[in-house]
T-cell receptor
């Protein structure tokens, strides 16, 4: 499979715990995006990487959210001290046309 | 501010043509995406318009007017499998993509 992959597909965690998600983009894609989507809404932009450089990020990433793409290939998104409001689908996309991965569904109990 | 507006829901008949409109106001604009999203799945890329005018791809066409901040997605020869949400998204200056809430299209027999 040469598409975008994300791991895990589902994550259930207790409030206050930290979680980390992984995204593997299409191999030749330099651009990588993270989004968050809740029911009935469109994806909400979180951050953008060009290779290993994080060039754009929403204000959400200045607090409990952080993202990395250390070698310009896969990327990780970490949420610290999770809250119930963090429950959502976390989507990764790669390439100029932004091909999306299947997402990681996070449930915070 | 940044704003993307599209109708919440539309209903159309199998075999018919439907037009889904989108207006946008963003600080900076590079192009306009359309995605299809079936329930519980990730968005799938449909089109990306940079220049004014109509672009056709099989049964789907997308139009952009940069001066009016307006786009539409045209779906011809509707099929039941076209029942999905259609997301309009503006690619702004600075690598950020702003999504609308999506238009839920119901195709009836």
């Amino acid at each position: 499979d040469t598409g975008v992959s994300q791991d895990p597909r589902h994550k259930i965690t207790k409030r206050g715990q930290n979680v980390t998600f992984r995204c593997d983009p299409i191999s030749e894609h330099n651009r990588l995006y993270w989004y968050r989507q809740t029911l009935g809404q469109g994806p909400e932009f979180l951050t953008y990487f060009q290779n290993e450089a994080q060039l754009e990020k929403s204000r959400l990433l200045s607090d409990r959210f952080s993202a990395e793409r250390p070698k310009g290939s896969f990327s990780t998104l970490e949420i610290q001290r999770t809250e119930q409001g963090d429950s959502a689908m976390y989507l990764c996309a790669s390439g100029g046309e932004q091909y999306f991965g299947p997402g990681t569904r996070l449930t915070v109990t | 501010g940044q704003n993307i507006d599209q109708p919440t829901e539309m209903t159309a008949t199998e075999g018919a043509i439907v037009q889904i409109n989108c207006t946008y106001q963003t600080s900076g604009f590079n192009g306009l995406f359309w995605y299809q999203q079936h329930a519980g799945e990730a968005p799938t890329f449909l089109s990306y318009n940079v220049l004014d005018g109509l672009e056709e791809k099989g049964r789907f066409s997308s139009f952009l007017s940069r001066s009016k901040g307006y786009s539409y997605l045209l779906l011809k020869e509707l099929q039941m499998k076209d029942s999905a949400s259609y997301l309009c998204a503006a690619y702004t200056g600075g690598f950020k993509t702003i999504f609308g809430a999506g238009t839920r299209l119901f195709v009836k027999a």
